[in-house]
């Protein structure tokens, strides 16, 4: 199953790159138009992070 955008921006500037969630947000904005609660972020970014510690 293919993620989302949201899901893949998390892991691609959080998780990759290193930056902070606040980074993510405004790429979503600017690139998407998408505008997400940084609550919300943090909430997909722990549940990655959980799925990600099940797999493994």
Known sequence: MERDLITQTIEKIVL???KELLEAQSYLT???RISVDLTCLSKRLKKLMQDEQAVA
């Open 16 to 18: 990759k790159e290193g």
């Open 30 to 32: 600017m690139r998407f």
